[in-house]
């Protein structure tokens, strides 16, 4: 599982690396209209590792999976293969409202998708395994899908509002989740 999900991402990143058009020109005036494409694409590339990051340690507790868990992990990547095009969309369309808020979307339902992956294997592996106290809890875990559904409101006042909240929420889970690595 670990590795096909590793396959999956490193296919993710490529599509949105590709997905960036390089300006023709030589002066720095015809990079400019590929900057929104680029802070996009940077946005995305520091979530989606976020994402990798953690589930990368996470999966190094899971003892065994089975297809509930499988099922879990295809939603999550679901989701995620989804932000090349709302990376792409946003960036195309210099943040405007409606491609943001489908950003966040995508965000908020990749945050809900990891979540019920927690899940799945701690239904799998029991409470009281020594993966569901490596899991143990998180205020990130709450804190996340909370800033993303506060921006997706956000961005229809202001859509640089709703890109704050993708900045925070990134920047709380930039240093990794350390709880798989403690135990």
């Known amino acids: 599982m670990e590795a096909f999900s590793d396959g999956v991402i490193a296919i993710i990143l490529t599509i ?51 297809g509930g868990v499988l099922w879990a992990n295809l939603h999550l990547l679901f989701w995620l293969s989804l932000m090349p095009f709302a990376t ?32 799945s294997l701690i239904a799998r592996h029991g409470r009281d395994s020594e993966f569901a106290r490596a899991l143990g809890r998180s205020w990130k875990d709450k804190a996340s899908p ?6 997706l409101g956000l961005t229809f006042v202001s859509s640089w509002l709703g890109l704050l909240g993708v900045v925070t929420v990134a920047a709380i889970w930039f240093i990794p989740d350390r709880r798989f690595e403690r135990a």
């Open 16 to 66: 949105m690396v590709l997905e960036m058009k390089v300006p023709h020109g030589h002066s720095l005036e015809t990079l400019r209209p590929v900057v929104p494409v680029f802070l996009s694409y940077i946005l995305s590339f520091v979530h989606i590792g976020i994402y990798w990051n953690n589930h990368h340690h996470m999966l190094q507790r899971v003892t065994h999976v089975g």
């Open 88 to 119: 792409g969309f946003m960036g195309e369309n210099d943040f405007a409202q409606i491609p943001v808020a489908l950003y966040l979307v995508d965000l908020l339902a990749c945050a809900m998708a990891y979540f019920l992956l927690e899940r």
């Open 146 to 151: 909370a800033i993303y559904l506060a921006a």
